[in-house]
Each structure stands twice: as C-alpha cells, then as structure tokens.
C-alpha cells in the first residue's frame, strides 16, 4: 500500500506539472488556476473541516503563518512560472531543489547541522538544476529565467511550509484548513471583483482539466496519499520515491506538449535524480 501510493504520488506530481503548463498556455489565467484550486477544494474539504473543527486545536498565529506559506502568493509564484519556463523547469527548479532549500532551512531555522556526504549531495543537486540552463537546444534561457526563479521561490515557500510541519507536529486536516477554507475566504473575493479571467475564452475541456488538477488533485488526492505512503514506508522512503518527479515531468511534458530537452538537460535530470536519491540516504544514515 505504500509503495502504491507513494508511486500515486510521483504520477500526481508529474502530471499536474503538464496540467499547469497546458493551464499557462490556454485562456485561462493564472489567477482563474488560482480561483480554482482554492474554490473547488474549498468545497469539497468543507464537510469534513466543519466535523473535525481543526481550527480549536491550531492557535490564531499558526492558522495565520501556515495560510501565508499556502497562500495565493506562493500558487501564483508557480502558476505564474508556467507561462515563461516549460513543464520540465517546473520539477527541476521546484522539486529537484526543494531537498537542498529544506537543508538549508533545516540549518538555519533548526539548528539541524549537515554532514559532509548531504553538503556533496547538494552540490550534485544544484550542479544538476543549473545545468539544465545550459540545455539550449529547444529552450532559451533568456525566456525562461523568470519563470524559473519563479519556481524557485515556490519551492523556498513549499520548503518553509515542510520545515514548520515538521516542527510544529501538524495534522492533515489542519493543513487542509489552511491551504483551502483560510485563503478562499481572502482570495476568492479579490479574484471575482478585480482580476483578469480567460473562462469566457476556454474550452469546456481546459476547464474540466484544470478543475481536476488545480482543485482536487493536489489539495486533496495528493495530501492523503502522501500521509497514507508515511505510514506504510516512512518519509525518507516516501521521499526517495520523489526523486522520480522531475525525469517523469520531462518526459510527459515532452509526449504530451511536445516540450523536448536535449541531451545536456536529461543529463542534468540524470545528476538531479542521483543526488535526490543520495540526499535521501544520507538522511536515512543520519537519522539511524
């Protein structure tokens, strides 16, 4: 069941880096994908939010510093890179750096050292992520840098957002809470009244598609598959499997968008997915 579901994850992640992108390049707007994932999920966590009552158990200030780190400014951040750099850059800059921002983080904000073997791994990481610059057989770094520091701060936010979690014990349902019902509550509103939206020129099929993968994919399916894979195998192997999310995004990107990479840039996916999967050991080795 872990395996299953931590291999449900790595699906989920690389296919909702194709659904962002295709998002980025039809009608419909950043701020319509934003509307989306806050609105739809909304609706459907509402239910259960309203039987657990997560907010007695969370105090005001952690309510408030977990829907900043979940908030519109980190989805737009993302969405937003979707419309300079292509699907691959999303799980390069994002997910394949997101293990040497957490160290980091760790470092700083924990007071959790690094041994020499996760500083090497590191180093591999960020060579594989600014190699992937060099691959300018079918990209232009001079169009997707933007984007790409885009995705950077995404995962800087998503990777605050996993050292809190970790520190402060938080339960799904009060993540839940605050990546759905807080930010709808602001954003929605803001949205309707005084920000672009492309709807009117989309397809019922863009809009399906973006329905699906912006409100209840990885709100929803993928926060319960990522607590079901902790519990049967464990993070640092639930995270291990995650090291498969950049090289599966640039191959769907490239067999459903037609967003090919040269061989610098699957070279660099090669080095990325090699140090993800050492970082994850070292971890490992550390924690034992």
């Known amino acids: 069941m872990g ?6 994850i790595v699906m989920i992640w690389s296919t909702w880096l194709v659904a962002a992108r295709a998002g980025a390049l039809s009608p419909i707007t950043t701020y319509d994908m934003a509307a989306l994932r806050y609105g739809v ?18 105090s005001v200030k952690r309510i408030a510093v977990l829907a900043f780190l979940l908030s519109p400014v980190y989805i737009l951040l993302v969405f937003g890179g979707f419309n300079f750099a292509p699907a691959a850059h999303g799980g390069i800059f994002m997910n394949g750096g ?45 169009e997707s840098w933007l984007g790409d520091l885009m995705f950077v701060g995404g995962g800087i936010f998503f990777a605050i957002y996993m050292v809190i979690n970790r520190r402060w014990q938080l339960k799904n349902i009060h993540v839940v809470l605050c990546g759905t019902i807080v930010n709808a509550v602001f954003y929605i509103p803001v949205w309707y009244f005084f920000l672009p939206k492309g709807f009117h020129e989309a397809t019922q099929a863009q809009i399906l598609v973006q ?18 894979a902790v519990r049967h195998i464990g993070s640092t192997a639930t995270s291990a499997f995650m090291a498969g999310v950049p090289g599966l995004g640039a191959l769907l990107g490239f067999l459903v968008l037609g967003e090919a990479m040269g061989w610098i840039g699957w070279t660099a996916i090669t080095i990325l997915t090699i140090g993800i999967l050492l970082m994850n050991y070292a971890g490992q080795r ?3």
């Open 3 to 8: 395996i299953f579901c931590a291999c449900v």
């Open 41 to 58: 999920s909304s609706i459907v966590a509402l239910p259960f939010l309203l039987y657990f009552k997560p907010w007695k158990t969370l």
């Open 98 to 142: 997101l293990p040497v921002i957490t160290l980091a983080l760790g470092w700083f904000l924990l007071k959790e050292r690094a041994t020499s073997f996760q500083l090497a791994c590191a180093v591999l990481i960020l060579f594989g992520t600014v190699l992937v610059v060099a691959d300018t057989s079918h990209f232009s770094f001079r």
């Open 211 to 228: 329905t699906f993968y912006q409100g209840i994919v990885p709100n929803l399916i993928g926060l319960l598959m990522v607590a079901t």
């Open 286 to 288: 550390k924690s034992s």
